[in-house]
C-alpha cells in the first residue's frame, strides 16, 4: 500500500474495535495508536456528515449498524474502495463510494 502510494481511509469504530483486543498493556496500545497516525491512513470520524449517510444506510435493515457506520465513514471520506470481508456488503451500493468488494475479490 505504502509502495504504491495509496492511502488507507479507516474509522474511528475500526480504531477502538482494534483497541479493545490487546491485553491491558500501554506500550501495545501506543504501538497500535501510532500505528493509525501513519501519514498513509487516515482515520474518518462518525461525524454529522456521516450520520447522516448512516441514517440513509440504516434503511436498509439488512445493514447490521457497525457495518453501515463503516460505510458512512467511508462514504463522508469519498472512498473509491471499500474493502470488506463480509460478501453480502459488496452487493450494496452506497453513494460517495464508488467500489464495495469483498476481501477475496479484491483487485489489488
Known sequence: MVARGD???TSTLTV???????????SIRERYLAFF???SIT???FDLTAAAVYGDIRRDRSV?????I??????????????TNDA?????????????????????
Not at 463503516?70 to 474493502?83: E, H, N, S, V
Not at 459488496?90 to 475479490?105: C, E, P, Q, W, Y
Request: aromatic letters at 4%.
Open 7 to 9: 492511502q488507507l481511509y
Open 16 to 26: 477502538g474495535e482494534v483497541l479493545a483486543k490487546p491485553p491491558a498493556d500501554d
Open 88 to 108: 453480502r456488503l459488496s452487493r450494496k451500493t452506497v453513494n460517495g463510494i464508488d467500489f464495495i468488494v469483498s476481501l477475496n475479490r479484491v483487485p489489488i
Open 70 to 83: 463503516q460505510l458512512a465513514c467511508a462514504a463522508a471520506g469519498g472512498t473509491d474502495l471499500f474493502i
Open 64 to 68: 447490521a449498524a457497525p457495518d453501515a
Open 43 to 45: 482515520v474518518t470520524p
Open 37 to 39: 497516525r501513519h501519514p
